[in-house]
């Protein structure tokens, strides 16, 4: 049974930082591409930032570019979200998601692409 736990969620104040993991059980880890989701309330989910399976290759969202880092250890069956500089339109709950194989520039981003998913962890960014 594949299972995805997410952790490091949390409330701070706008510009600090926070580092999400997403633990990974029941599938062979380096043959997925990870990626990290958010859905702010009232709002569509919408995919922030993704790796490859070997993590030579990210993916972010413009809106996060620059201030939030993915990456993984694939010794560890472990995906980080480092996220800094927040805003409060960085509030949401935030998901991660695993991806069988390869993944590109179309489709790093549609919620399609992921096969596993976790329950979330809150992040709330006060202004």
């Known amino acids: 049974q594949v299972q995805l736990v997410e952790s490091g969620g949390g409330l701070l104040q706008a510009g600090g930082s926070l580092r999400l993991s997403c633990a990974a059980s029941?599938?062979?880890?380096?043959?997925?591409?990870m990626g990290w989701f958010r859905q702010a309330p009232g709002k569509e989910r919408e995919c922030v930032a993704a790796i490859a399976r070997h993590a030579g290759i990210t993916y972010y969202v413009d809106s996060v570019k620059g201030r939030f880092t993915v990456s993984r250890d694939n010794a560890k069956n472990t995906v980080y979200l480092q996220m800094n500089s927040l805003k409060p339109e960085d509030t949401a709950v935030y998901y991660c998601a695993a991806a069988p194989g390869f993944i590109g520039t179309s489709t790093w981003f549609r919620e399609n692409t992921y096969d596993y998913w976790g329950q979330g962890t809150q992040v709330t960014v006060s202004s």
């Open positions: 029941g599938l062979t880890f380096s043959g997925y591409a």
